[in-house]
């Protein structure tokens, strides 16, 4: 007699349980798209000094986004001066919580050394870590090709802010150095001239 009143308060249960949603429903991932993070504008930093600076944008977010460096606190501006040379990371997080960061590098200008040369400097760079098969030629998976100053310096910027992201060449693919890094800023930095 016992057992009918335990049964029947399971299917109640049950019932109710499947009435309210039952765990059919998920709500979805505010996180599911990714925030993309570019970098804006960077300045190298004079030798020995703090005046470096970096500018992030971001894309893909649920607004309300706050930026920090480091392990600094979070501010609503995506600047950051004041840098002296070195390797930053730069977070930021919406206002449903999801975060992004990018690592950047900020090289040392020291004011008195010549602007790289770009058919001795800056182009074998990229002839040997972009302009590769499959990457930054014509038919490759690049968006652009790099075959010449033309093309190098119509997307200066951009190279800029990839190389010192760390971002280009891609995962998997060798990596520049910090000097072959620093040389491409400095030359873009100088105005990408074609020297």
């Not at 020291?110 to 602007?115: E, F, H, V």
């Not at 001795?120 to 972009?130: G, K, L, T, Y």
Request: with cysteine; charged share 10%.
């Amino acid at each position: 007699m016992k057992i009918r009143p335990i049964y029947f308060a399971l299917i109640i249960v049950l019932i109710i349980s499947a009435c309210s949603g039952g765990g059919g429903d998920e709500t979805p991932d505010p996180c599911a798209t990714p925030i993309v993070l570019t970098i804006s504008s960077q300045q190298s930093a004079t030798s020995g000094q703090s005046d470096g600076s970096v500018s992030i944008s971001a894309a893909g977010s649920n607004g309300g986004l706050e930026y920090k460096i480091g392990s600094g606190t979070f501010q609503s501006s995506s600047s950051f001066t004041g840098l002296a040379a070195g390797n930053y990371t730069v977070s930021v997080k919406d206002n449903q919580g999801c975060t992004a960061s990018v690592s950047i590098t900020i090289t040392e200008s020291t004011g008195g050394s010549a602007t790289p040369s770009f058919s001795s400097d800056v182009f074998p760079i990229m002839q040997s870590s972009c302009a590769t098969s499959g990457c930054h030629v014509s038919g490759g998976s690049a968006p652009f090709v790099m075959a010449n100053y033309s093309d190098v310096k119509a997307k200066d910027l951009s190279i800029k802010s990839r190389v010192s992201a760390r971002t280009m060449p891609p995962s998997g693919s060798n990596a520049l150095s910090t000097d072959q890094i620093n040389t491409i800023v400095v030359w873009v930095d100088a105005g990408a001239p074609n020297n």
